[in-house]
């Protein structure tokens, strides 16, 4: 699992091997360096080529040659980041009072009694890399799959670490359909600036079963500019779903490539 995103490249004796970002290579690198040199040896001997590790994909002239023409796209996890719209008019505002947050965060889900397999092994160790980094460390973090791999755990176990970290981290967890809920409530009660800047001003966001934001038109315009908002202030953001993004029917297409600029791992 953890080697197929690798593309190969042989030149000037030398082995590229390209990741499609830095975590897998330093995955890869630490669990398989050994293996692959032992590899080299043993079909090539003492012409072994020279290991080279990079972050990026095959040059274009050199997936062309070999007519592999599907993976000429951008590489799978790119961290390309669209210009944020500008700040609302509220940011230059009197100051506001101060907000109460609730993390909502489950103490008892924690890495530590994670149940970790095969299967969420490299989720996991994403997972801490966000908690010990948040904000600087794949920003954002995509989980999907089924039920039952611990996905909705390790948000918890995110916001845990967070918070263990710094005691008065603002980390809030929460569903999807609560988002939903309390927008809708924001604009019965005319309190729609109150709502942005209290999600637009956490250290973390983690959002739990993102895909039932589909067909939510309105919901999905006001998370698209928080979540500009939030990467633009470096605030760290985690969702989860039980699909890949690009398979999440009913959801705008700008939100889901938004999905995939971080870290996106099964």
Known sequence: MWIRPLQAELSDNTLALYAPNRFVLDWVRDKYLNNINGL??????????????????????????????????????????????SRPSWDNAAPQPELSYRSNVNPKHTFDNFVEGKSNQLA?????????????????LFLYGGTGLGKTHLLHAVGNGIMARKANAKVVYMHSERFVQDMVKALQNNAIEEFKRYYRSVDALLIDDIQFFANKERSQ????????????????????SDRYPKE????????????????TWQ
């Open 124 to 140: 996991r160790a994403a997972a801490r890399q966000v908690a010990d980094n948040p904000g600087g460390a794949y920003n954002p």
């Open 40 to 85: 080299l040896n043993d079909f090539c001997g003492t012409d072994a080529p020279l290991l080279r590790f990079e972050v990026g994909s095959k040059p274009l002239t050199q997936i062309i040659s070999q007519t592999v023409t599907a993976s000429v796209s951008a590489p799978s996890a790119p961290v390309v980041r669209a210009v944020a719209p």
């Open 248 to 263: 999440i029917n009913g959801v705008e297409d700008r939100l889901k490539s938004r999905f995939g600029w971080g870290l």
């Open 221 to 240: 315009e006001e998370f698209f500019h928080t979540f500009n908002a939030l990467l633009e202030g470096n605030q760290q953001i985690i969702l989860t």
